[in-house]
């Protein structure tokens, strides 16, 4: 099961950027597909975006399309996250996940896959 490291969490003000990392281990990244989840205080866990093994296909939820960008480096076993124009309700706790799963099925239920491996979460507050 792969390992997964998430980095690049912190305070920064409304309007501002920042680039979430999650760093997995192992020599099988690329036949990942990864997504990043969030939980903020009191709510349940939501999707924010998800990519495919190749990098090809990407999926977002409304609330970040436009300002959130996921990428990959398989070489360098890590996913990313961009996050620009923050709005204080960005704030949470941010998750990286992966699965082995297929772009097909990836694409059945809009990215918004059941990840099996998840790691420990980076905190992300944006502030007014």
């Known amino acids: 099961q792969v390992q997964l490291v998430e980095s690049g969490g912190g305070l920064v003000q409304a309007g501002g950027s920042l680039r979430l990392s999650c760093a997995a281990s192992?020599?099988?990244?690329?036949?990942?597909?990864m997504g990043w989840f969030r939980q903020a205080p009191g709510k349940e866990r939501e999707f924010v975006t998800s990519?495919?093994?190749?990098?090809?296909?990407?999926w977002y939820a409304d609330s970040v399309k436009g300002r959130f960008s996921i990428s990959r480096d398989n070489g360098k076993n890590t996913a990313y996250l961009q996050m620009n124009s923050l709005k204080v309700e960005d704030t949470a706790v941010y998750y990286c996940?992966?699965?082995?799963?297929?772009?097909?099925?990836?694409?059945?239920?809009?990215?918004?896959?059941?990840?099996?491996?998840w790691g420990q979460g980076t905190q992300v507050t944006v502030s007014s």
């Open positions: 990519i495919s093994q190749s990098g090809f296909n990407t």
């Open positions: 996940a992966a699965d082995r799963t297929t772009t097909q099925a990836m694409s059945l239920y809009r990215g918004q896959y059941e990840f099996a491996s």
């Open positions: 192992g020599r099988t990244f690329s036949s990942y597909a």
